[in-house]
């Protein structure tokens, strides 16, 4: 077994634990930072593979800013720790059933194999040829609309963020946007009249208060 083997079953094994933990955290903090184990493990994989484009946008991406996002809204949203409010064992078959599919759907496609590429249809690759700027020209000519479609949806849900961590409870301090607006200087400022008062003139000391 060479070293890309031994890595390759290493950042596999952490990968399955931490998404094992994603799942079974029974604090929500805990479960996002075992997400980013796993999303740093994946990467680590997808550079093994030579895809260094998908890796670093892995890392840069979702453990840079879609994870701490994460991280921030669940650490925001004071989220009960109850156990009643979990149900883990009432969703349990649901989870069961579809992992059951998915890990049949897995080994069917390990099972009958990936088709083989002969060397008749592999086109020759330049000495400058760059991976990163080829996929580039592809997202933003072919793939444009969906990406356009993939940004608004971040959108949407970075506005749903906000409006849960400012939604109306005890502790939170949201302010209306409307009565900001319907604000006037009158019911800001209020003017006090006040009369006019005459300085006190300076008392003279005697001399033996002075000595004191």
Known sequence: MDYQ?????????????????????????????????????????????????????????????????????????????????????QNFPLAAALGALVAVE??????????????????AVPANYSNTKELGKLLYTEYLYP????????????????????RQRKDSKAIDPGLQVKVRASDRLVVLPMTATQKAAPVALSNEEGQA
């Open 106 to 123: 897995i080994i069917a496609v390990l099972w009958v194999g990936f088709p083989t590429v002969t060397g008749e249809g592999i086109a």
């Open 5 to 89: 083997t031994g890595f390759f079953y290493l950042f596999a094994a952490v990968l399955l634990f931490a998404a094992y933990r994603v799942v079974t955290a029974h604090n929500p903090v805990h479960a996002v930072l075992y997400l980013m184990l796993s999303f740093s493990q994946a990467a680590a994989l997808w550079l093994l593979l030579k895809a260094e484009f998908l890796g670093l946008t892995l890392v840069l991406v979702y453990l840079g800013a879609v994870m701490v996002l994460f991280l921030f809204v669940v650490m925001m949203l004071d989220i009960k720790l109850d156990d009643d409010r979990w149900g883990f064992w």
């Open 147 to 166: 990406i356009e479609v993939a940004a608004v949806i971040l959108l949407v849900a970075m506005f749903a963020a906000i409006a849960l961590t400012l």
